[in-house]
């Protein structure tokens, strides 16, 4: 019987998205919804530790485990980075049977908009991606040129489609990048130009937002024509990007929702937007009225960050 090989560590910081402008454009067949909007990566981060073991046996029995420090206690099983490394092994056809370890520590709060179990996802598949990369041909796409350009598409097209099964926000994690998002959030352009100006102050109320039921809430009837696939940069004054269709469900039934982002404003915040299905508000601020408005939202007990 072959020995047990070394474990590997690898640990990475999963960072957290806002959504600039996110119009719900119609309902699918599928029961997803087409949207669009712009994702925007943020200097908040879930720190991901995997450790891989490959195991003597060869019955290809896998040993995943999730563990997180959340207040939810999303482990196990319940955690979408279980669902997501046991996917991996299976749709990559890794042979042989590996101790794999999860362990999360989160900075994101959960239900909030800012994709936090995406991220966490995303990061499980890149790191998988890299341990097994010359494992049965699966090789690194995301980093690495490849000379036979048929199978970097294949490859590429079947990394992403996997990311796709595991969350509408996961592809857009896989790079992390600002981009426009069409589809359910797959059809991602990159936008190198654009860039929010000055701080970013994220409030968050705890107030657990359920995204099926703001998709239900919001019942979108008819299709609507497309408004920001000509963005390329960031302008506070250009009233597309001043749209989160969320915004008018979740305030209804949350005033406290709505307060924060009007607050933002008073605070002398340039921008102010909830991100995704919310609970969380952003705003964007100079250096100089950050500090007020940051002390501010403390004191109410709220959940405070700056990016």
Known sequence: MKSESKQRIYRVKSPAKINI??????????????????????????????KIKKLSVLNGNNNISVTTDSKENISGRNNI?????????????????YKIGIAIKKNIPTGAGLGGGSSDAASVIKILQKHFRNDKGLISILNSPLRKKKLKQAQHDKLLGFAMDMGSDVPFFLQAKPAYALGRGEM??????????????LVNPGIHISTPWAFK?????????????????????????????????????YHEIEKIKYDM?????????????????????????????????????????VS
């Open 21 to 50: 402008g996110l119009r719900v454009l119609s309902k699918r067949r599928d029961g997803f919804h087409n949207l669009e909007t712009i994702f925007y990566p943020i200097k908040i981060y879930d720190i991901i530790t995997v």
């Open 81 to 97: 980075c279980f669902k997501t490394a046991e996917r991996f092994l299976e749709i990559f056809g890794i042979q042989g049977s």
């Open 188 to 201: 991602l352009t990159p936008l190198p130009e654009f860039k929010l100006p000055g701080k970013i102050l």
């Open 217 to 253: 809430t919001l019942g979108i009837k008819r299709s609507k024509r497309k408004l920001m696939g000509s963005v390329k940069k960031f302008s506070s004054d250009k009233p597309e990007l001043m749209i989160n269709d969320f915004e008018r469900v979740v305030f209804k039934k």
């Open 265 to 305: 404003y008073s605070f002398g915040a340039s921008y102010s937007l909830m991100s995704g299905s919310g609970s969380t508000v952003y705003g964007i601020f100079k250096s100089r009225d950050i500090k007020a408005a940051e002390k501010y939202f403390k004191l109410k007990k709220y959940m405070v960050f």
